[in-house]
């Protein structure tokens, strides 16, 4: 048996084993399964160690261990390299290979978004492991200008100097302070919203669109597991509201074919898989 995990804390809300067994399913790899554990800081040797001794064949990687699973990688892929994170790990050769496929996924889910004019300015909440992909798809998109805000600022600092030569402009505001400028496009890449009762505090007000022919913003939250409070609101200013869902798939497409060499189809059955997720 070939075991997959994804781990992370919190872990609970992952739908990855739903996807990737449904997927092993389809292609006939019987011999596959795909499960979640919750570990902290201290467990990840252990789970290497597991990947060593050809108990797990695989893993994901979620919220807060995708720069602190760096050290544990024999080899990382350029992106992973290139971004500090690794969402993905695989073993070929007895060495353990750190991957980042949430890039490839977040340009799908811009690709998938119909987003023309709006890339120009992006505001970005959040400096996480996974904000430096969102940053290189953002980058392949077309995104200009770029507006920063991490409740600790180092990290956002540290993004800045990561990509000063591919923006025009990256401003790092205080954590919950908005830029001046109404920008095209907010994400939010922290895990604010995996509870029901996170809350993040900014009064996006100007953003309001009640009328058709306005000016519309786009609202993008990367947490799938449910609308966050954060999408809830935008809805209800009229702005567009995409959640995490399709770079979720993409990441997971991008990490299936590294582990099998077969690039899953999204296709209309893997969507109702989470209708009602
Ligand atoms: P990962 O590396 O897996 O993305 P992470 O580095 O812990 O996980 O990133 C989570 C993001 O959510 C970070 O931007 C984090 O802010 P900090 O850099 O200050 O830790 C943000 N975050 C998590 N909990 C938060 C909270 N209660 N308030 C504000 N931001 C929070």
């Not at 290979?97 to 949430?102: A, F, M, Q, S, V």
Request: contains cysteine.
């Amino acid at each position: 048996m070939k075991k997959y995990l994804v781990i992370g804390n919190p872990i609970k809300h992952s739908l990855s084993p739903k996807l990737h067994n449904y997927w092993f399913k389809k292609y006939n790899l019987s011999n596959h399964n795909y499960d979640k554990r919750k570990v902290t800081e201290d467990d990840l040797k252990k789970v290497i160690l597991e990947i060593k001794n050809d108990k797990l064949a695989g893993l994901n990687i979620t919220v807060p261990f995708k720069r602190s699973i760096i050290p544990f990688c024999d080899i990382l892929d350029k992106t992973a390299e290139d971004l500090r994170s690794v969402n993905t790990i695989s073993k070929k050769n007895g060495k353990i290979i750190g991957w980042n496929t949430d890039s490839l996924g977040f340009l799908d889910c811009l690709k998938a978004s119909n987003i023309m004019d709006e890339k120009k300015s992006v505001f970005i909440l959040g400096a996480g492991g996974v904000t430096s992909a969102v940053l290189d798809a953002l980058w392949g998109f077309g995104s200009k200008q770029i507006y920063l805000s991490n409740r600790t600022k180092d990290k956002a600092i540290e993004l800045k100097n990561m990509f000063k030569d591919k923006f025009d402009k990256i401003e790092i505001l205080n954590w919950e302070e908005k830029p001046k400028k109404k920008c095209g496009i907010v994400i939010n890449t922290t895990s604010m919203g995996l509870a029901k009762t996170d809350l993040i505090n900014i009064d996006f007000n100007e953003y309001e669109n009640k009328k058709s022919n306005q000016e519309k913003s786009i609202f993008i939250d990367l947490i799938y597991s449910q609308k966050t409070n954060f999408l809830k609101a935008a809805e209800k200013r009229g702005n567009l509201a995409i959640d995490g869902k399709i770079m979720f798939l993409g990441q997971a497409k991008y990490s299936f074919n590294i582990w099998t060499n077969i690039l899953p189809k999204i296709d209309t059955n893997t969507l109702e898989l989470f209708k009602n997720d």
